[in-house]
């Protein structure tokens, strides 16, 4: 194993698990969801998962200007991202008081910040996503080979980000599907989307003629900024157009892990290649085996992946490593094998299984 977290103080420890009949100790919250009880167990306030297109999230965002900046993973790379001030924009320019949505109370905008089962979290890049984004850049050559991406609580979509990427640049003639899921369907549309958009303008930019090209989508050129786009018809056409040519398929679910996701993903998605990811979303105690079944669900066979980046401990909400590991050591003792790569310094992990 190549990859090394890159923190001043790293101390990196691999552990392998390979004793597949220890038994270990976890007790299921009472109130902890799994995929097995969740029809009977289902929070009221809990979001329904469903399908989204490509097509018909974009067309919510037409003539929504998106301004980015450079956010960077490390000395040498980055990913371009939307700014938090014009997330905030579009959610004033939109709100309208009479609506019952809830949409973004603008105060979690502030903090790093959750309420249970309304707003998880995905409007800001926490920071396992780039210890995640790391490790995939460590791995070039055989992500080459993933063709179903799939990145569970998504929000801001930084590893999602990084692979779009790494596949647009590769020019493979292999066909790349990427399912985006986050709990809130406004995140999908304000950020993950967006992030999207916003890192293939950025590609694309670097070749003159299709600057140019790109340029010609604009109405009033003179006043948008560097670093700047509005989101036209033209715009959409072009970025369809053009990751089609790339083989590229994007897709959306909104709403809470379950059994539908699962349906939704296998139905759409079917290549033998599959990688799972997903960041800082073990955090929830009554969650964490929801998700932890989900993934296991969605991982077919030993040649799929699931890569999970966590914090080790979520102090104040609960949830943490040891459990997700014994609830799944507890829950699918004989079917898999698993791999930490912890710092020993910064108490984050990877998870590989
Ligand atoms: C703390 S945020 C992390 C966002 C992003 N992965 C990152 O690392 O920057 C947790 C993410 O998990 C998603 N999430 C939380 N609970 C969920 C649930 N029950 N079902 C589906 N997604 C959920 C949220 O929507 C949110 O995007």
Redesign the pocket.
């Given at each position: 194993m190549s990859f090394q977290f890159n923190f001043d103080d790293s101390d990196l420890e691999i552990e392998t698990d390979s004793n597949q009949s220890k038994n270990v100790s976890y007790t299921l919250p009472s109130s902890a969801l799994t995929l097995s009880n969740l029809s009977n167990n289902k929070p009221k306030d809990?979001i329904p998962t469903g399908e989204i297109s490509l097509e018909s999230l974009l067309q919510t965002l037409l003539n929504v200007r998106l301004t980015y900046s450079k956010f960077p993973i490390s000395s040498t790379s980055s990913i371009v991202r939307r700014e938090l001030y014009d997330i905030r924009h579009q959610i004033m320019s939109e709100s309208d008081p009479t609506s019952s949505e809830e949409i973004v109370n603008l105060d979690f905008l502030d903090k790093d910040d959750?309420l249970r089962n309304v707003y998880?979290?995905?409007l800001?890049?926490?920071e396992?996503?780039i210890d995640l984004v790391k490790y995939l850049s460590s791995l070039n050559e055989q992500m080459n080979t993933s063709k179903d991406i799939i990145e569970?609580?998504?929000?801001?979509s930084?590893p999602s980000l990084y692979l779009f990427n790494h596949v647009y640049l590769n020019n493979s003639s292999n066909t790349y599907n990427f399912a985006l899921?986050?709990?809130?369907e406004y995140?999908l549309r304000l950020v993950t989307l967006p992030n999207i958009l916003i890192n293939w303008y950025d590609l694309v930019s670097a070749n003159h003629k299709t600057k140019q090209q790109l340029d010609s989508t604009q109405e009033n050129k003179d006043t948008i900024a560097e670093n700047e786009f509005t989101i036209t018809h033209s715009l959409i056409e072009m970025f369809l157009n053009d990751i089609k040519s790339k083989h590229i398929n994007i897709g959306f679910i909104k709403?809470?892990?379950s059994s539908e996701l699962i349906n939704i993903v296998n139905n759409n998605l079917n290549t033998n290649d599959r990688l799972v990811l997903?960041?800082?979303?073990i955090?929830?105690p009554d969650?964490m085996p929801?998700l932890t079944d989900t993934l296991m669900q969605l991982k077919r066979n030993n040649y799929d992946r699931i890569i999970l980046a966590t914090k080790d401990i979520y102090f104040g909400v609960g949830g943490n490593l040891i459990d997700f590991l014994n609830y799944l050591k507890n829950a699918y003792s004989n079917d898999y094998k698993y791999e930490v790569i912890k710092s020993g310094t910064s108490n984050r992990s990877l998870v590989i299984l």
């Amino acid at each position: 194993m190549s990859f090394q977290f890159n923190f001043d103080d790293s101390d990196l420890e691999i552990e392998t698990d390979s004793n597949q009949s220890k038994n270990v100790s976890y007790t299921l919250p009472s109130s902890a969801l799994t995929l097995s009880n969740l029809s009977n167990n289902k929070p009221k306030d809990l979001i329904p998962t469903g399908e989204i297109s490509l097509e018909s999230l974009l067309q919510t965002l037409l003539n929504v200007r998106l301004t980015y900046s450079k956010f960077p993973i490390s000395s040498t790379s980055s990913i371009v991202r939307r700014e938090l001030y014009d997330i905030r924009h579009q959610i004033m320019s939109e709100s309208d008081p009479t609506s019952s949505e809830e949409i973004v109370n603008l105060d979690f905008l502030d903090k790093d910040d959750l309420l249970r089962n309304v707003y998880e979290g995905g409007l800001t890049t926490w920071e396992c996503s780039i210890d995640l984004v790391k490790y995939l850049s460590s791995l070039n050559e055989q992500m080459n080979t993933s063709k179903d991406i799939i990145e569970l609580g998504c929000g801001t979509s930084l590893p999602s980000l990084y692979l779009f990427n790494h596949v647009y640049l590769n020019n493979s003639s292999n066909t790349y599907n990427f399912a985006l899921s986050d709990y809130n369907e406004y995140v999908l549309r304000l950020v993950t989307l967006p992030n999207i958009l916003i890192n293939w303008y950025d590609l694309v930019s670097a070749n003159h003629k299709t600057k140019q090209q790109l340029d010609s989508t604009q109405e009033n050129k003179d006043t948008i900024a560097e670093n700047e786009f509005t989101i036209t018809h033209s715009l959409i056409e072009m970025f369809l157009n053009d990751i089609k040519s790339k083989h590229i398929n994007i897709g959306f679910i909104k709403g809470t892990w379950s059994s539908e996701l699962i349906n939704i993903v296998n139905n759409n998605l079917n290549t033998n290649d599959r990688l799972v990811l997903t960041s800082e979303t073990i955090y929830q105690p009554d969650t964490m085996p929801l998700l932890t079944d989900t993934l296991m669900q969605l991982k077919r066979n030993n040649y799929d992946r699931i890569i999970l980046a966590t914090k080790d401990i979520y102090f104040g909400v609960g949830g943490n490593l040891i459990d997700f590991l014994n609830y799944l050591k507890n829950a699918y003792s004989n079917d898999y094998k698993y791999e930490v790569i912890k710092s020993g310094t910064s108490n984050r992990s990877l998870v590989i299984l």
